[in-house]
Every structure is written in C-alpha cells, then in structure tokens.
C-alpha cells in the first residue's frame, strides 16, 4: 500500500468526496414537498382568507405569507436531492454541454464543465417543477375563491411554466445521458 505520508505540519491529507449527479426522476420526487407548498398550502391559505375577510385586517395576514415562502423555502433546501457543489464554468460551456447530451447523447470530458451541468441541470428541472407547482396552485386558488382579479395570473404563471419547462428538457436528457455514462464508465 503506497499511501501518501503528511508530516503533523502538513496537516492530514485534503479527502475528496464525489457527491453523484442524481437522477431526473429523483430530482422531481425530492422537489414535491416543497411543491406541494406551492400547490396545495398556498391555495389553502388563500380560501381561508377569503372565508374570514377579517383576517385580511391583522398583520397575521401578512407573517403568514411570509411564514409559507419560507417554509417553500426551507423545505426546497432541505429536500433537495444531494448533489456536488457548483463549480465556476463560463456559462458559454454550459449551454453545448446541455444541449449535446439531448442531441447526440455526449457529455463533456471535463469533470469539471460534467459536474457544473449536471448542478445546472437539476436547478433547471427543479425550477420547472415548482413553475408547474405554482400554476397549479394558482389555479386552485381561482377556482376556490372565485375571484376575478385573480384571472390574469393564470396565464402569466402558465407562461413562466412553459419556459421552465422549455429550459428544463436539455437538463432532463443530460441528466439521463450523465447516469448512463456514470454506469458504463
């Protein structure tokens, strides 16, 4: 065994630990709780305040708004799918990295410009779920409290969904091409 030797003023030799890029399907399934924030507690929020207009006039009405982007927030970060640290890449070489695996079924040789895409991707794939997540909910809440002012935001969470979801399909196919170059070597 030829381990490397550190004297005490060296200090104990740096360990790397490699954290996987994980899969799409376990992206999505790790972004639903904080999702459902969006989809279902929000709407809920929403027709409880309608139901109680006196509500509206305490600043509870406010701290618990507050209270859900927060917990969306702390349950996006604490359920999230593990991942490695994102490395600094040029966005430039982020983009083809993307966009090849979805063409021809390549990913980068640099481990560094693979790992960077691969955080990428999941942020893009998570973004577009909560995108989904959040059209879903705002729906919901238009149809429990009825409230037309409400009806322009439809279709501007709808649009913003759609471009997620335009964004997310590149890093879902290089996701998918990443785990099968991990597998096979």
Do not use: K
Request: charged share 15%.
């Amino acid at each position: 065994m030829n381990e490397p030797t550190t004297s005490a003023a060296d200090g104990p030799a740096p360990r790397v630990a490699t954290v996987p890029v994980p899969t799409p399907g376990r992206v999505v399934v790790r972004a639903m709780p904080a999702a459902a924030v969006l989809a279902i507690a929000m709407p809920g929020v929403l027709w409880w305040s309608s139901a109680t207009p006196a509500v509206l006039d305490t600043p509870w009405w406010v701290a618990l708004l507050i209270g859900l982007v927060v917990l969306f927030h702390v349950l996006a970060r604490l359920a999230r799918a593990p991942r490695p640290g994102l490395q600094q890449v040029p966005a430039e070489r982020l983009r083809p990295a993307l966009v090849s695996a979805s063409r021809d079924g390549t990913v980068p040789p640099d481990p560094q410009v693979r790992t960077a895409a691969g955080v990428t991707a999941c942020q893009r794939v998570e973004a577009a779920v909560y995108a989904v997540a959040a059209t879903v909910g705002m729906v919901l809440a238009w149809l429990l409290v009825a409230e037309p002012s409400w009806v322009w935001w439809v279709p501007v969470l709808a649009g913003l969904a759609v471009i997620s979801l335009v964004r997310a399909r590149h890093s879902w196919a290089y996701l998918r091409v990443l785990r099968c170059a991990d597998r096979t070597g």
